[in-house]
């Protein structure tokens, strides 16, 4: 196929194209707009009822109660700060890593961005690149990849005339198409891009805080009510005094904090992952990651450099010299379109040697058959490929090669000629000669695949390689079970799903199964990632959990993967899990120190409401505390040291049942929260305490019970999580001795400071043992 031969569009028929809007150009709304980002951010329910209740705090002009909402507006003006500025830097990311396209215009080629393109204009796709347009094939061979489109993993033949469906790949072979749709006709942009924007979230975190929030959302508002009139009507309280006391108790149900700390940590950790070349493509990949347990490695550019060389030819005929065999060789490479890294390191060796052989009927390479072939004048039908798949078995010369790890493929011969319409392997097929090329082993390989294997990532490889081969190299690269392989050519898809979790290697993979590879795995539970480069691992990436690929890879696997390594180095990926491991495990650590709020203020509000059954006004308890305590409190408490935490190095594995977990731990001191209230009313009632002596007692006991869950979540304790605590402890008697007036309490005096220190010291033995036993429970 000669370049030259074709002429394109001019350039005064692009200009004339672009006149009339018939550009790629198409506004897809894939990624996150600003927009998005600050509706994510402002318009929520927990926004949606704090401002309810900012409302009635103003109606009545509590002002100084009113603090609560200016810290949930700073958090939200954080949280689309973090996140515009996240956006900024993949942005920035994906257009290092941004993919041209290659035109003929004016009889000459080009390489232009996507939305460049004009309806008309000739395309040069070769195998490895996604289809950018709609459009027909004009002249050459090719096999496409429709399974992202179709599902349909079989590849699809096309020859001139045949269509090409934007969204699918070459898997094979090249071709000149003229394009004829373009933007919004395209067919990848009807189906596609709605794929992207409507593919949901996949965080448990968050999906367990929106199951609190449902419930929360559905009595907050009777709750409220109740709450209100019994403090007016009943207790005969002031309206204003009513909706104050009312407001604390429903905002004390909101978990508010966590969400935000939870979203502002994920963001944290895309723009850290930036800052490590690694492009975060999907912000709650970084949550799927510190849940991975099972690891899919994809042997070349992955344990190895994908620096292919050939190391040596063995000749298995006495038909041909070895001359002649070099000669062959260079006829086929010549003549073949394929680009995977085996092929360029045979172009390399072979490109330059002369021949007189001409080539018909070519077959391109496809990772399915795992073979190409083609016919050469005088010779008949060549055969480049995996020596499994084209001789019944493998001659001594390929065993040697493949204990040494090399990568080996057989040259053959047929006499018979191949329909391209129903490709089947001739019956006459004789091997030729043998074809050995090493690829190095990554540096560092090893201590990275010991490393994940120490923090119990049960690693796989899955590979198109002999399984032989690829056990060789698995142990030169320090896989534990390199001898766990099996050859996945040679058995049926039901073995291949009874032996998935047990088998360490898969050699002789095709896409179809490393799909259903990751499909298996995934129904037995286990939470997948995959690492790739090539078209073949497509079908895979997709369908695992986490999908990680290399820049250096084919441009196919970087448009459907989570994340992409930019130094396309695998020594990266530790790093990469351990990141999301920190975000999710320091959340599990600090939330707790949430949820206690949330418990203690239900039961709160219910024996509040409860109370109006004995029958008596004086009998009746309101809520003892009012929105500024709650709020200064939370920032020692709530704010800062869960903050600093988060950032905390915490690659331990996951803990399963988050919400279950985070909730019994917050029981005790919830409970702890509640009795000290009821106590102190009781108490205090019975020796003549004043309101205020009461009020002052309940919001010392209420800030230092909190700050127990702080310190367990700071154990084991060192130099700075001590100075965290000695500072939150600091700040919060500080202020709460500088701003009595504002929170509407005194000091503790002689009647009520020994009280304070007896039931302290209760508490903490209490919540020593129920942490100790809490411990046990879920070690």
């Known amino acids: 196929m000669n370049k030259k031969q074709f002429n394109g569009l001019s350039q005064s028929q692009v200009d004339e194209k672009i006149s009339q809007g018939l550009t790629n150009h198409f506004n897809s709304n894939a990624s996150t707009s600003n927009w998005d980002i600050v509706k994510r951010n402002v318009f929520t329910l927990f926004n949606a009822l704090n401002f309810a209740i900012a409302v009635a705090l103003v109606s009545v002009q509590a002002w100084s109660n009113l603090v609560f909402f200016a810290v949930i507006s700073f958090n939200a003006v954080t949280g689309i700060i973090t996140e515009l500025r996240a956006k900024h830097m993949i942005d920035k990311l994906n257009l290092v890593s941004r993919e041209l396209v290659t035109v003929v215009r004016d009889g000459q080629e080009s390489q232009i961005e996507p939305e460049n393109i004009v309806l008309g204009d000739l395309l040069k796709l070769s195998a490895g ?102 403090a007016l009507m009943i207790k005969g309280l002031p309206v204003k005094n009513s909706v104050i006391t009312s407001s604390t108790a429903l905002l004390g149900m909101l978990p508010k904090g966590i969400a935000l700390l939870t979203v502002t940590s994920l963001l ?275 369908e695992a959990d986490c ?69 008596k006004p004086e009998y009746l308890l309101i809520f003892p505390f009012i929105p500024i305590q709650i709020t200064l409190i939370d920032q020692f408490v709530e704010g800062f040291p869960p903050f600093v935490l988060t950032f905390e190095r915490n690659i331990k594995p996951v803990e399963k049942h988050f919400l279950k977990r985070s909730l019994q731990l917050a029981l005790p001191s919830a409970l702890m929260i509640v009795f000290s209230v009821l106590f102190v009313r009781f108490w205090g009632t019975a020796q003549g305490w004043t309101d205020i002596e009461m009020s002052t007692l309940s919001y010392y006991l209420l800030g230092t019970i909190s700050f127990l869950s702080v310190i367990r979540a700071c154990l084991p304790l060192n130099l700075w999580r001590s100075l965290l605590i000695l500072f939150s402890v600091l700040g919060f008697y500080a202020s709460a001795f500088v701003l009595q007036h504002l929170l509407e309490i005194a000091t503790l005096t002689a009647a009520t400071l020994p009280v304070y220190l007896i039931l302290m010291v209760i508490f903490g033995l209490v919540f020593v043992v129920c942490t100790i036993k809490q411990k046990y429970r879920f070690d």
């Open 129 to 230: 690149e996604q289809i950018p347009s709609d459009s027909t094939v004009i002249e050459g061979v090719a096999e496409a990849n429709e399974a992202m489109l179709t599902g349909e993993s079989d590849l699809v033949l096309k020859e001139a005339g045949g269509e090409l469906l934007s969204g699918s790949f070459l898997a094979s072979g090249q071709v000149y198409a003229e394009v004829h749709h373009v933007g919004a006709d395209n067919y990848a942009n009807k189906l596609m891009t709605e794929a992207k924007t409507l593919k949901p979230i996949n965080s448990r975190i968050l999906y367990n805080l929106a199951k609190i929030s449902r419930f929360t959302g559905k009595i907050i508002i009777p709750f409220g009510l109740a709450l209100f009139f019994e």
């Open 268 to 542: 944290t950790a895309v723009i850290k992952l930036g800052m490590r070349k690694v492009l975060v493509q999907e912000m709650y990949s970084v949550e799927t990651l510190a849940r991975v347990d099972t690891l899919c490695l994809d042997k070349t550019g992955t344990i190895t450099q994908g620096k292919m060389t050939v190391q040596g030819l063995h000749s298995l005929t006495d038909r041909f010299s070895d001359d002649s065999i070099g000669q062959l060789l260079a006829a086929y490479i010549q003549t073949s379109e394929d680009n995977n890294p085996t092929a360029q390191a045979i172009r390399k060796k072979f490109d330059q040697l002369e021949h007189s052989y001409s080539s018909s009927n070519v077959i391109p390479f496809s990772s399915d058959r795992k073979w190409g072939a083609m016919e050469l004048s005088e010779v008949g039908t060549v055969f480049l490929g995996a020596p499994e798949m084209l001789l019944d078995s493998n001659p001594p010369a390929v065993i040697e090669a493949q204990k040494r790890g090399s990568r080996v493929l057989v040259l053959a011969h047929s006499s018979q000629s191949i329909d391209k319409h129903s490709i089947q392997l001739p019956s006459d097929t004789a091997a030729l000669a043998v074809l050995e090329i090493t690829d190095p082993i990554r540096e560092g390989a090893a201590q990275t695949l010991d490393y994940l294997r120490s923090q119990d990532v049960d690693l796989k490889i899955i590979s198109g390689d002999n399984p032989l081969t690829v056990s060789h190299i698995a142990h030169q690269a320090g896989f534990a079970n390199f001898e766990s392989y099996i050859d996945c050519s040679k058995i049926s898809d039901e073995e291949l799903v009874a032996q998935a979790e047990e088998t360490a290697i898969f050699g002789r993979v095709s896409p179809h199964q490393k799909k259903l590879l990751i499909t298996t795995l995934k129904a037995a539970g286990r939470t997948t990632a995959m690492t790739g480069d090539g078209v073949n691992d497509i079908l895979a990436l997709h």
């Open 547 to 615: 999908s990680i690929v290399m820049a250096e890879g084919d441009p196919a696997t970087r448009q459907i993967a989570n994340l992409v390594l930019l130094n396309s180095d695998f020594n990266d990926v530790p790093e990469i899990l351990f990141e999301g491991r920190r975000v999710v495990n320091n959340i599990g650590r600090i939330a707790p120190i949430f949820f206690i709020k949330t418990i203690y203020s239900f039961i709160l509000a219910i024996i509040c409401i409860a109370s109006v059954a004995l029958g």
